[in-house]
């Protein structure tokens, strides 16, 4: 997502070029392309897909369809971990004690369809500006009192710094994870301000922004992470520039990091 | 601030006529017009002052004579509780663990000061969005975990729903500072999607968006608050209507919830 301005095609070729080893997938562009066509780009490619973004909006009809269809793609692609993000509010589900209800009987539903066939799911807290349209799920301890009541090889969490970096009780969650063996994915960016209109393509580049993006890095290392490292960067500014530009800047700030 | 577009005298008059009993000013309105004059204005309107918004910002350079001065404005409007919006990030304390240190440290700096001034400091929780640039204090624990190192009437917290709706942690919070006497003022606001650019100026109109305002309002009774309870809206939209109308659907809106 950081360099969708790219096709599969030349994301996969410009990965292979700089020796990126893995990429997150989002669905969208997966099924423009077609699920099989991708599957057999990445794996041609030799090229790891690290997560498939997103299932979840549990709180919207037709979760359950949605949801089931994104395992199988997850499985065409070859990843073991699909990303939920939750939902938020919606008619059915008006306030957040309602919604958080409702998103872990979805995951409980879910989950021995995507064990069956091998697919880890991925709770990702986002952060609290968020909680009312796109995900009810705010704190890494949230998501994990949800991942918690199902095995640790079936739901576990996303650590994405961009949600989490504001929360002083986030670096205990990620310890508390870790030795459930319930850190399933790792995401990096930057807390840049002002943020934008809709608060969600203002996400900064490696470096640029308030959080300490090496400590959170060394937690998950003391946690016992040792899984991919994605950055997802939403920015309208990177969107609007060169992709294979973009993608080896931010290769260069990953590395700085 | 929600009818920012009244000047002060017009404020005062409408707020007698509509038998609103008190009212939450800020410092520069105030100072505009001049501190002693709005002092007797709000006097001899029989109108009490319920809180003063705002000090704080105590990770910026010449945080202390600006919130001596703010103590000493307070003073003079007759109002014994000052607002405290923290500060965010700075050169000087460029991450989250330093500038939260730094808070409190300048509230212990500061509470003897108000104290023997009569009026008590009231740290207030910003929605974690704001955590980079206005306010490190993000929850209502974390404002709490820096009140209980001074006297309960000395400093003590604000709830604004706005800011802590979110927080499935903030109802114990909001327990826990009831039982210590530190609940020191109580501000609503609703929470409306999308938000504009900059995120400052997008509070919903009360009952127009995701906060269960009655749930909340039912929690700070039951916590033993009786104080005032402040509306405070920023919106441009609001901003831009005919003040004296905004304040009487302001009025009707809370009447209402």
Redesign the interface.
């Known amino acids: 997502m950081t360099v969708k301005q790219l096709s599969l095609p030349e994301l996969v070729a410009e990965c292979v070029r700089l020796g990126v080893p893995g990429v997150g997938l989002w669905r969208e562009p997966v099924r423009e392309y077609g699920v099989e066509a991708a599957a057999r780009l990445v794996r041609e490619a030799g090229l790891e897909v690290t997560t498939l973004c997103r299932g979840g909006f549990f709180t919207s009809d037709g979760w359950e369809a949605a949801n089931r269809a994104a395992v199988d793609e997850a499985v065409a692609l070859g990843t073991g971990t699909l990303v939920l993000v939750s939902g938020g509010?919606t008619p059915a589900f008006p306030?957040?004690p309602s919604a958080?209800a409702r998103i872990a009987e979805a995951i409980g539903a879910l989950a021995p369809y995507a064990a069956e066939r091998g697919v880890r799911l991925a709770i990702e807290p986002l952060?609290?500006?968020y909680?009312?349209?796109r995900c009810a799920v705010?704190?890494l301890d949230?998501a994990l009192d949800i991942a918690e009541r199902f095995p640790a090889d079936r739901v576990g969490v996303v650590v994405d710094t961009y949600h989490l970096?504001?929360?002083?009780r986030a670096p205990a969650a990620v310890e508390r994870a870790g030795a459930a063996g319930r850190l399933h994915a790792f995401q990096l960016a930057d807390?840049t301000?002002?943020?934008?209109?809709?608060?969600l393509n203002g996400r900064g580049r490696l470096g640029t922004?308030?959080i300490?993006l090496r400590a959170w890095a060394g937690l998950m290392e003391r946690a016992g992470y040792t899984g991919p490292v994605e950055v997802e960067l939403f920015n309208d500014d990177l969107w609007a520039r060169d992709g294979v530009e973009v993608l080896e800047e931010t290769l260069e700030d990953f590395l700085a990091v």
């Open positions: 509010l306030d957040l958080r952060h609290p500006m909680a009312s349209d705010s704190t949230q970096w504001w929360d002083d807390w301000t002002p943020l934008p209109a809709g608060v922004g308030a300490d």
